[in-house]
């Protein structure tokens, strides 16, 4: 592969050529993020794979990258540079802070608890266990966190399983299900700002292709938990409080998602919306709702820095041919749309057992995704789809994993990752669902209906 660089002035072609030795930065990035993780889990230490800070990991790998690579400082420090402020990252980046900032605000005003006490308080007692799913997918989609989702939804589901007679493991697999629902399909997910940057695509054309897929995983999770999630006697529960006003804010945002409205004008009038609702309800001041709004900033500043890094981590090894590398012995393997199709979802998947981070997997495996997918024509729109779903299948599985940890801890531990797995019936039929999607491909019918223009992609 060429490339065009300016020097001096003028415009100069120079030739990459496949590099594995190239890669040597991003595997050292990885296997300290994977080694450290590994280890602490041995010994014992809580929530092992999130206490080495990720881009902490990536500035190593970065560091060796600038250590190993030929070419002078300067022209080391240019490539890093440019990719970390290519108009994707920066793009993500702000994306990234706006979620951040409207998630924490509607938080604040109580709209997380409003939505989850609504759900709770019109679903009959004996379709519960199903409804919980529900709830938690709902939740999700609106808030843009599965972790956010557990940890809401969590305590409230361990009482009400108790209370009305529930099978408790198939109750946590219900909420685990649900927040891997929201965080594959939410407009505000880091998953899908980070799927649909990397490949170049919009939010709304992801979504429907991403949302076909998952549809009919949710609705046989649905059905089941319907036929054996019932309780033996039926228990009523206690009615909740709710103030429907405060679920406003998150219709307004799935409302102007559905719609196509430009992602940046949804979270900024989501954000406007949130504070006039919560100065109505007496919930928030001007103070406090900026406060909340720059911890929502902070919140995604792991996440921020951890893309701009790895912008210019991926912009160096591609410079250095790491990219074409894999690319050339990808060629070996695949040969047609649908194989490079399967090798995307195979990526992303080794790269999330590999961090135990869904979004951390997808930007990672974004470039080389994208790649793929222009050489096989693998749609844009159908390779953000399948990046963001695998992720969620294994970040959904994985006993390692932050949601499946976080949820048996809020169960005391008395259920086990392990038993839990057997549960997770909505992550296992998104894997199959994805599968046969490829294979059969019932859910590209919004893509046959609206060809992409590779030409426009190709020249972004």
């Known amino acids: 592969m060429s490339t065009v660089e300016e020097k001096n ?14 890669l040597i930065p991003f595997g050292v990035f990885v296997a300290i993020y994977l080694g450290v993780g590994i280890a602490l889990e041995f010994s014992g230490k809580e929530m092992a794979f999130y206490q080495m800070p990720v881009p902490i990991a990536a500035l190593i790998g970065i560091a060796l990258a600038f250590v ?8 080391k420090a240019e490539q890093f540079m440019a990719g970390c402020g290519h108009s994707n990252i920066m793009t993500m980046c702000c994306i990234y802070l706006l979620a951040g900032g409207f998630a924490a605000l509607a938080k604040a005003m109580g709209g997380v608890q409003a939505t989850a006490n609504l759900g709770l308080s019109i ?29 809401t939804i969590g305590p409230i589901a361990v009482e009400i399983s108790s209370l009305a007679g529930l099978n408790l493991v198939m109750v946590l697999g219900a909420v685990v299900g649900g927040a891997m629902f929201g965080d594959n399909l939410s407009m505000i997910s880091d998953t899908t700002i980070a799927a649909t940057r990397t490949q170049g695509v919009e939010m709304r054309d992801k979504f429907r292709v991403n949302f076909m897929i998952a549809l009919p995983a949710a609705l046989l999770t ?6 054996f999630g019932r309780p033996e006697t039926v228990t009523p529960l206690k009615e909740l409080d709710y103030n429907i006003i405060k679920v406003l804010p998150y219709l307004w945002i799935l409302g102007l998602s559905i719609c196509g409205v430009n992602v940046f004008v949804t979270l900024a009038s989501g954000i406007v919306v949130a504070l006039g609702f919560g100065l109505f309800t007496g919930d928030l001041t001007l103070l406090a709702s900026a406060q909340h709004i720059y911890n929502g900033f902070n919140g995604m500043f792991e996440m921020f820095l951890f893309s701009m890094f790895i912008g210019g981590l991926s912009e160096m090894v591609a410079q250095n041919g790491g990219l074409e590398w894999i690319l050339h012995k990808i060629q070996t393997k695949v040969t ?4 490079a199709e399967i090798g995307i979802s195979a990526l992303v998947s080794v790269a999330d057992l590999a961090t135990a981070n869904n979004t951390v997997a997808i930007v990672v ?27 969620c299948v294994f970040q959904g599985v994985i006993p390692y994993g932050a949601q499946i940890l976080v949820m048996c801890g ?22 199959v669902s994805a599968i046969v999607s490829i294979y059969v491909p019932f859910a590209d019918g919004y893509i046959k209906k609206h060809p992409w223009n590779w030409s426009e992609w190709k020249a972004e």
């Open 9 to 22: 002035g003028q415009a100069v072609q120079r030739t990459i050529h496949p590099s594995g030795v190239a």
């Open 410 to 431: 809020l169960a005391g531990g008395i259920v086990s990752p392990f038993q839990l797995m057997s549960n997770l019936w909505y992550p296992y039929l998104l894997g």
């Open 365 to 391: 495996t974004g470039n080389i995704a994208r790649n793929m997918a222009e050489k096989y024509h693998v749609d844009p729109r159908r390779s953000a789809s399948l990046l963001d779903a695998w992720s």
């Open 222 to 227: 649905f059905i089941l938990l319907i036929l």
């Open 123 to 151: 679903i009959p007692a004996e379709y519960i266990t199903a409804g919980i799913f529900v709830i938690a997918s709902f939740l999700s989609m609106a808030t843009g966190t599965s972790m956010g989702t557990i940890t």
């Open 336 to 339: 047609n749309q649908r194989s």
């Open 68 to 75: 190993m690579f030929k070419g002078t400082i300067d022209e």
